[in-house]
């Protein structure tokens, strides 16, 4: 089943202890992304990535990094989460270019205290 | 910079009433715009796109250059239509998807 998977998909953290949101897609698509998802304030792209060792900032990047060793991986890494950063996060893949559907993870909520 | 714009956070309707949101964008090239949708415990899954021209779920959607939107429209909303929708643009280049700040349909019984 073409599917993208993240995990956990359920988090409670301090401030400052670092975590990683894992997010793996089977679909062989190039492009990656991940999104937070606030009220009011839909759907801010934090990082993407166009395909292997290709990344680049997205609108909301302060306080995150990515990185894209394999095709098919794509974590999310908060080096030292803060309050602020308590959100919905989203992965999404696609074809690169044209106008394909994105395809959406199931969502990590991310608590931090 | 692309922005794109739903002005209704909360959009309440009756059943067989119909329903529009609404969606502006801004965008100096041309477009692509597409709609999204979340169902209440469910992943955001794409509803439809404006160059396929289609109706998905009675769900039609034009894309008005002249006026920069790209609205919603159902004839008759269902109960099951209930849902976070959300506007977005890509780039002409690229894979990059802009969004709105959705919507939230309620059709009531």
């Known amino acids: 089943e073409a599917q993208v998977t993240q995990n956990p998909r359920y988090l409670i953290t301090v401030t400052g202890k670092k975590l990683t949101v894992t997010c793996s897609q089977n679909m062989n698509h190039e492009y990656m992304s991940w999104y937070r998802q606030d009220p009011g304030l839909g759907l801010r792209q934090i990082y993407y990535?166009?395909?292997?060792?290709?990344?680049d900032k997205g609108d909301v990047p302060e306080g995150y990094k990515v990185s894209r060793k394999e095709k098919r991986n794509f974590p999310l890494i908060l080096e030292s989460p803060s309050p602020n950063q308590t959100s919905l996060y989203f992965c999404?893949?696609?074809?690169?270019?044209?106008?394909?559907?994105?395809?959406f993870g199931p969502g990590t909520r991310l608590t931090v205290t | 910079a692309q922005r794109v714009t739903q002005p209704e956070k909360l959009l309440s309707v009756f059943k067989g009433a119909p329903v529009e949101l609404k969606c502006n964008y801004s965008?100096?090239?041309?477009?692509?715009l597409f709609w999204y949708v979340q169902y209440s415990r469910q992943r955001l899954q794409l509803l439809l796109r404006?160059?396929s021209r289609e109706s998905i779920k009675g769900f039609t959607a034009d894309l008005n250059k002249g006026e920069t939107s790209f609205h919603l429209k159902k004839p008759f909303a269902q109960e099951e239509d209930s849902a976070m929708y959300y506007c977005a643009l890509k780039e002409t280049s690229g894979s990059r998807l802009t969004f709105g700040e959705g919507t939230q349909l309620t059709v009531n019984p």
């Open positions: 990535s166009m395909n292997v060792e290709v990344t």
């Open positions: 999404a893949s696609t074809v690169a270019g044209g106008s394909y559907e994105q395809y």
């Open positions: 404006h160059i």
């Open positions: 965008y100096s090239g041309s477009p692509e």
